[in-house]
């Protein structure tokens, strides 16, 4: 199989989940080696997981390395450009259904040991501190909102010498690892931060599906805040950031 942008979209998801789900589940299941570890291991995990799922996305041929339906949107109402939408999209899907299944078979003995249903869903999906649906929309908006913003910032400085101040060539993922990690830490308190409706949604599938041991309910009622306040969020970025000629 060679290199593609939807085989790079869907393998770099998948990694993403993987270490980004995993790490959650290092922290909050029973008996691991990291159980109780805290937040700012889990942030910093999802940072890494954000960086490594770029190189791979790369490696395997997506440039552009989006792995989020939140930040093709977004790139696309700022750009007038709809071409990755039909092809980003469901690979981004595919390959974060598929991560959250690996992160079931590494941790598998622990499903068993862990008696709190929501601890075991909050290993595949997020879920509000203090469920208000307003609030928990306006929290994952402003999140997303930011990491477009960031993003393109990022990508701005970049275009830039980097004798004058720019960023050299290959040090973008690690910023927007940075990023990520910047907005678990100071935004994600509220609702878990997905600020990706494919992290949310593709796990949130394999839980629903997977023969988890001793599984709740996946919270479907809840599930329709971490997919749709992202895409709001990135497109009313992509908006604003176009009419400031980004």
């Not at 990508?155 to 940075?178: F, Q």
Request: with cysteine; proline share 6%; aromatic share 10%.
């Amino acid at each position: 199989m060679q290199p593609s942008p939807f085989l790079g979209e869907l393998v770099g998801t998948m990694v993403l989940i993987l270490l980004g789900n995993g790490v959650v589940a290092n922290v909050i299941l029973n008996k691991t080696k990291g159980e109780s570890s805290g937040w700012i291991v889990i942030t910093a995990g999802w940072g890494f997981a954000v960086m490594i799922g770029i190189f791979t996305a790369n490696a395997f041929g997506s440039a552009a390395a989006h792995l989020n339906p939140a930040v093709t949107i977004g790139f696309a109402v700022l750009k007038r450009d709809y071409s990755l939408v039909s092809t980003f999209l469901p690979a981004q899907l595919i390959g974060a259904i598929l991560g959250a299944v690996l992160v079931w078979l590494q941790y598998l003995p622990h499903w068993a040991v862990t008696e709190n249903q929501g601890t075991k869903l909050a290993c595949f999906a997020t879920s509000p501190a203090i469920r208000q649906s307003g609030s928990n929309f306006i929290s994952e908006f402003i999140a997303t909102f930011l990491l477009i913003v960031g993003v393109v910032a990022i990508g701005y400085a970049g275009t830039s010498d980097p004798e004058k101040g720019g960023i050299p060539s290959g040090i973008t993922p690690y910023l927007v690892g940075m990023l990520v990690w910047s907005l678990g830490l100071s935004l994600g308190g509220t609702t878990g931060y997905a600020i990706n409706p494919v992290r949310d949604l593709g796990p949130r599938i394999a839980h629903a599906m997977l023969p988890v041991s001793g599984k709740g309910s996946s919270e479907w009622a809840y599930g329709w805040i971490p997919v749709i306040a992202p895409l709001a969020g990135a497109a009313i970025a992509g908006l604003i950031l176009r009419a400031f000629n980004f």
